[in-house]
């Protein structure tokens, strides 16, 4: 069975401990074989020659991209640098996996696009929160219909810390919007199934970062947190029931279908017929619970570069087409904009 070689660009915390780390496990070895990496780091240069045997090194990444044997570029650089660098592996005839934020602006993504279908490459976007199982769970549960109409979803990506890194500085693109907003927002839009533009209200706000850029979004969607505690990361509630998940254990429950009491205007009285009373019935309630295993660090990737794999080997169809991630960015757009934050960096 063929390999397909690949060439990392970025040897930091994605390219090296998501990407890579998936690459160096038996189910990433079946399928590909780290050819090339490029890191400015030499220390890291020199790590990735004992952790990739036999890849080579290059401080530029562009001597990666002028190799003809690489099959696959991962595009793990800082995230001002997704587009330009993404670009040049087009342009080189680089199948592409870009890290999210796809870029900052729907423009870019599109001259991406276009750039990929000039020179007949495939390009992706590293959105594998969507494959994740507690997720994919998520979705077959609603997919049911049991949990009726949806008619509120809610998740939240929280924790309380602070940061003083590059992803809390505007000029690299920073700030959790665009780092981890990618996830929910992706996730949020796969859920309502709407190709539109939904109607945003978001607040952005910097509360404990040592950079200029935000630590805590709120993004509300409608269509036709920074928080200490998180005991959910998923909410949902529908007509017929409701939906509470982590991204370890899933809670929901649903009754059956009933009709619904006749309308009244006429007082409701209690068992004696006389004593005021509220309305009241007996649903008869079904509820589960389930433990998940796996995560969007481990099971995530291994969907995602499998799915890629047999994209480009049979034909397959590819889960995260770059195309329907332009709503995600232009949301994102709207959003800075509603929120203007001032560069002190």
């Known amino acids: 069975m063929k390999k397909l070689r690949v060439g990392i660009i970025g ?7 998501i990407h890579g780390a998936f690459f160096r496990t038996e189910a990433g070895q079946e399928h590909y074989e780290v050819a090339a990496v490029s890191d400015l780091i030499e220390a890291r240069r020199e790590r990735a020659k004992a ?97 009726g109409e949806l008619q509120q979803i809610t998740i939240r990506f929280s924790g309380f810390s602070r940061r003083w890194d590059w992803q809390t500085c505007l000029r690299y693109y920073g700030g959790c919007l665009q780092n981890t907003g990618p996830h929910p927002l992706d996730q949020a839009l796969t859920l309502l199934d709407y190709d539109g533009m939904p109607t945003v209200f978001s607040q952005l706000r910097r509360i404990n970062s040592a950079g200029d850029a935000e630590d805590y979004a709120k993004v509300i969607l409608t269509a036709p947190p920074s928080d200490a505690y998180s005991d959910f990361t998923y909410r949902i509630s529908g007509q017929k029931g409701s939906l509470s998940a982590t991204t370890s254990k899933i809670r929901w429950k649903y009754f059956d279908d009933c009709p619904m009491p006749a309308f009244t205007l006429e007082p409701i009285c209690g068992a004696d017929g006389l004593s005021p009373a509220y309305c009241s019935e007996k649903l008869n309630w079904h509820e589960f619970e389930e433990d998940l295993k796996g995560s969007a660090f481990d099971a995530g990737p291994r969907v995602f570069y499998d799915n890629l794999y047999r994209h480009l080997t049979e034909g397959a169809e590819l889960l995260i087409k770059p195309e329907k991630l332009i709503q995600q960015i232009r949301i994102m757009e709207l959003v800075h904009a509603q929120n203007p934050l001032v560069s002190d960096r």
Not at 66 to 82: E, G, L, P, Q, Y
């Open 11 to 17: 040897q930091g915390r994605s390219g090296r401990d």
């Open 51 to 147: 952790e990739y045997p036999g890849c080579a090194v290059y401080e530029d990444y562009r001597d990666l991209l002028a190799r003809d044997d690489i099959d696959v570029v991962v595009n793990s650089t800082f995230s001002h640098f997704h587009f330009p660098v993404t670009m040049d592996a087009l342009k080189a005839g680089k199948n592409v996996v870009s890290e999210k934020p796809f870029s900052k602006y729907a423009m870019e993504c599109e001259q991406m696009i276009r750039c990929a279908e000039e020179a007949g490459v495939t390009l992706t976007v590293f959105q594998q929160s969507r494959v994740a199982p507690y997720f994919v769970r998520i979705r077959e549960i609603i997919g049911t219909g049991l949990l």
